[in-house]
């Protein structure tokens, strides 16, 4: 679904370089054993290639239809983006159902934190005109206010910002 594109924002908030304090990295943040194992990036002292954003995204976008062949589901393949199959294989065991609000409370805090936000960005994404949520930009490259008056830092907001409203996808996911 051409949705996904909004999940980078979550992973990495549109920041190529992007390195967690877990070790994954890159825009889509992707763990060394994964990209290197199941995708084929190199990742060693000399190059990372979990920080190119074409071959990341590329691998992003072969991990998630993975996922959604394995579960059959999209929050489920979301759930298992971020937290493994594995774990989501055995909340669906723990709880005894395969949907993702049905086993929400069997996955880790994190993961059930994540569809949300997944589901709210891709929200305000798409309907952000409706309740006149834009950016607005100032004279501080640190800070910015949006329409409702709420202050945010700038950066990364403004990255999503201009990646929602001004720019085309190139990917297909």
């Not at 960005?121 to 501080?140: E, F, P, R, T």
Request: aromatic share 16%; charged share 25%; net charge neutral.
């Amino acid at each position: 679904p051409e949705e996904l594109k909004y999940l980078s924002l979550i992973e990495s908030g549109l920041e190529p370089k992007a390195l967690s304090n877990k070790g994954a990295g890159g825009l889509w943040q992707f763990m060394p054993y994964t990209a290197r194992g199941d995708f084929g990036m190199r990742v060693d002292s000399f190059v990372d290639e979990r920080f190119d954003v074409e071959k990341a995204t590329e691998a992003a976008c072969k991990y998630l239809g993975q996922l959604y062949r394995i579960f059959g589901d999209w929050h489920l393949a979301l759930a298992a983006y971020n937290t493994g199959p594995g774990n989501v294989k055995r909340a669906i065991r723990k709880c005894g159902k395969s949907d993702f609000w049905d086993i929400y409370n069997c996955l880790p805090k994190q993961t059930r934190a994540y569809v949300p936000q997944f589901i709210a960005m891709n929200y305000m994404m798409n309907y952000n005109w409706d309740h006149a949520i834009h950016a607005q930009l100032g004279s501080c490259d640190t800070c910015g206010k949006i329409s409702s008056g709420y202050s945010f830092r700038y950066g990364t907001r403004q990255r999503i910002f201009e990646f929602g409203f001004n720019e085309s996808f190139s990917y297909d996911l």
